[in-house]
């Protein structure tokens, strides 16, 4: 089955401790983004990476860390410096290089931090 | 101004309803256009891609203008599953592909 895997589905941590998020695909897919959904709000962009070993801060990066070492996998670090890190988190992946790139989500991950 | 603009609801509608969602961007430079799909705590998924000339799935019917910068999602013969919330998504595509997500329009249909 191909499909986006996010884990762990839930996380809770203590404030002051990073914590990395894991997102790996098996679609083929070039591109892989991360987002983050407040309640009552639309996805804002974290981070995303079109390429392995590149990758660009989307609209809400500071306190986030991303790696791209493998086409398949896009780990998010949330670090002590991000103030509400509490939110859920999505992954996605699409391919690059069409007009039309529609992104495919992974099952997210809520963190909760206290 | 926000750059995805949709009607923010809840819509609550009788099953066998025909509901409407409405959604305007900024940015003329838009070029791809998309409707998700996403049930409570869960992913969005991918309902439908829009296209210039207007685009049907079964009940579904989605219709872009570019000149007003409007996106539609007309539902037919709602279903109780399709309670959900709509999000309305644009994508620049000389962004590399970003994805810019509306605030999404709840649904709710009633027996």
């Known amino acids: 089955d191909g499909g986006i895997t996010q884990s762990p589905k839930y996380l809770f941590r203590k404030e002051g401790q990073n914590v990395t998020l894991s997102c790996e695909q098996n679609?083929?897919?070039?591109?892989m983004y991360w987002y983050r959904q407040d309640p009552g709000q639309g996805l804002r962009l974290i981070y995303y990476?079109?390429?392995?070993?590149?990758?660009q801060k989307g609209d809400i990066a500071e306190g986030y860390s991303v790696s791209r070492e493998k086409k398949e996998s896009f780990p998010l670090t949330v670090t002590s410096a991000q103030k509400n890190p509490t939110a859920f988190y999505l992954c996605a992946s699409s391919y690059a290089g069409t007009a039309i790139r529609e992104q495919y989500f992974g099952p997210g991950t809520r963190l909760t931090v206290t | 101004r926000k750059e995805v603009e949709q009607d923010p609801g809840p819509f609550n509608v009788p099953e066998g309803a025909t509901v409407a969602f409405n959604c305007t961007y900024s940015?003329?430079?838009?070029?791809?256009f998309f409707w998700y799909r996403q049930d409570c705590r869960k992913e969005p998924k991918l309902l439908m891609s829009?296209?210039?000339s207007g685009n049907e799935d079964g009940r579904f019917t989605a219709q872009l203008n570019r000149a007003s910068q409007y996106i539609s999602l007309l539902i037919r013969d709602s279903k109780l599953s399709d309670s959900a919330t709509y999000l309305c998504v644009v994508n620049m595509n000389n962004q590399g592909g970003k994805l810019i997500f509306g605030q999404g329009t709840e649904l709710s249909v009633k027996p």
């Open positions: 990476s079109q390429i392995v070993n590149d990758f």
């Open positions: 940015n003329s430079a838009s070029q791809s």
């Open positions: 679609l083929n897919h070039d591109a």
């Open positions: 829009v296209y210039s």
